[in-house]
């Protein structure tokens, strides 16, 4: 029988090779991609227009046979439009709810930070709790569930930035950059070849596997004590920094830990490393950070930040099991 470990990996790199067809050159990104899915977490993907956001999503949910949905956020929207609305219905005289586009197993928030703060706040019960509630009554969602937003650069026209509860919501925040030379010319021949696109993919696992995966994930992958307290010790460094005004919540603990334990497994590893906690880190715990006006004006990151605590926090030995 195939080990929990050697399985989640080959499902894992089977997709990373299925989406890079499309996406040339971006091997790191997509496999944070995926550690996100497998987490069963939220993904945040923050670039400039043109660089892949959105090809990432659709190559995601393309890979997998599920249900996918796409809300194109804009100033307009409105939360019903994603929640759903309850209508009373004439002929039977009772009130039913219509679901909205969040009611699927991926769904893709396209340039969240153009619609208003309190059309990204209808996000967060069902992103938390993956359930809607709509006039006292409580409607889940599909298991697996995954959000994947993408967000033009806060700094660029006609955005809103997201408010700290929905990005702390957010497992992993990642971008995709410009490709090398070599993948953008490889993009280029694509286009020919009409290979370029999500939709030329075909499904290579499903949505049911995916949730055996999260599931294995989370408890067949052994962590020793010691990594538990340096998780811990690494999320508090980020909370007594003289730059950090407000630090990484418990959550981001709980995120970087589901995270790692993705990590292990997609290498046929049982056991999680100090290693993984240090590649992760940054992806999951960066965008939790809110750093005071004067670093923010000095240019430092929240990225920057998390390399300092990476840098300074010492390692206990008995960290790897």
Partial sequence: ????????????HTLADNIERVLKGKRDTIELAL?????????LIEDVPGTGKTTLARCLAASIEAEFARVQFTPDLLPS??????????????????????FANIVLGDEINRASPKTQSALLEVMEERRVTADGTTHPVPRPFMVVATQNSVDMGGTYPLPEAQLDRFLMRITVGYPDHASEVAVLKDLKE????????TPVTTAKEIAELIALAATEVQVADA???YIVRVVAATRALPDVRLGASTRGSV??????????????????FPEDVKALAGPV??????????????GRTGTEVIDEVLATVPLDRGARV
């Fill in 227 to 229: 990594l538990y307290d």
């Fill in 81 to 102: 439009d994603i929640t759903g609305v309850t209508v009373y219905r004439q002929n039977t005289g009772v009130f039913e709810f219509l679901p909205g586009p969040v």
């Fill in 194 to 201: 009409r290979n370029a696109d999500p939709e030329s993919l």
């Fill in 285 to 298: 715990l960066a965008h939790r950070l809110i750093l005071t006006p004067e670093a923010e004006l000095s």
């Fill in 255 to 272: 995120a970087l830990l589901r995270a790692v334990r993705v990590r292990a497994a997609s290498q046929s590893r049982p056991y999680a």
């Fill in 35 to 43: 550690t996100c899915l497998l987490s069963e977490g939220h993904l």
């Fill in 1 to 12: 029988m195939t080990q929990p470990p050697t399985r989640i990996a080959d499902t894992f």
